[in-house]
């Protein structure tokens, strides 16, 4: 399953919300799709489980949605610490597979 | 607490191997599958493949078969990814990643190594 990401790059201000697309060249059934955010020299961070879901200590300004083959991750006030890559990935089928990521930077 | 504690960075020639280890601590090692992801530099994320501590077993990405092993040691809850006949494309971080349950089928991963950069130059 190909995940395409969109757009490749975000520029916004803290305080501004957040949109990142994530389409699946298929459907991901059972909403089987993670986000994970990942900061210059760090280990990716799981965000997102079950597309809607957010990992422990995740704050609530994370949210998800979507289904079949259209997910969405939203910021809805971007902090400073939220400037990153983010990255969708699936799990529904092997092998598993994730998009290209989204940078959020700072306008 | 969860820690995967990967070795350091390694620089290699093209046509050599290189073995990358990731010490787990905090939880039953055999419990949880572990995966290998690796990033080229500037680029994504690829899945290499995944052990199953417990018994051994392994499945890898078609891409890297035939090049890639991984096997693991309970006694020392650590999990190693080999991967042979290095080429300049295989220059990534390599990161250990353990499923975020236990389980065998693919699924999403909640705890990973600090990453270990691997270098193939001439």
């Known amino acids: 399953i190909v995940l395409t990401q969109s757009p490749g790059t975000l520029s916004l201000s803290p305080g501004e919300r957040a949109t990142l697309s994530c389409r699946a060249s298929q459907s991901v059934s059972s909403s089987y799709l993670a986000w994970y955010q990942q900061k210059p020299g760090q280990a990716p961070r799981l965000l997102m489980y079950g597309a809607t879901s957010r990992a422990t200590g995740i704050p609530d300004r994370f949210s998800g949605s979507g289904s079949g083959t259209d997910f969405t991750l939203t910021i809805s006030r971007l902090e400073p610490e939220d400037f990153a890559v983010y990255y969708c990935?699936?799990?529904?089928?092997?092998?598993?597979?994730f998009g290209g990521g989204t940078k959020v930077e700072i306008k | 607490q969860v820690q995967l504690v990967q070795s350091g960075a390694e620089v290699k020639k093209p046509g050599a191997s290189v073995k990358v280890s990731c010490k787990a601590s905090g939880y039953t090692f055999t419990s949880y599958y572990m995966y290998w992801v690796r990033q080229a530099p500037g680029q994504g994320l690829e899945w290499m493949g995944i052990?199953?501590?417990?018994?051994?077993?392994?499945t890898y990405a078609q891409n890297l078969q035939g090049r890639v092993t991984m096997t693991r040691d309970t006694s020392t809850s650590t999990v190693y990814m080999e991967l042979s006949s290095l080429r300049s494309e295989d220059t990534a971080v390599y990161y250990c990643?353990?499923?975020?349950?236990?389980?065998?089928?693919?699924?999403?991963?909640?705890?990973w190594g600090q990453g270990t950069l691997v270098t193939v130059s001439s």
């Open positions: 990643a353990r499923r975020a349950s236990p389980g065998r089928n693919p699924y999403y991963f909640d705890y």
């Open positions: 990935q699936q799990y529904v089928s092997s092998p598993l597979t």
């Open positions: 052990i199953n501590p417990s018994g051994g077993t392994t």
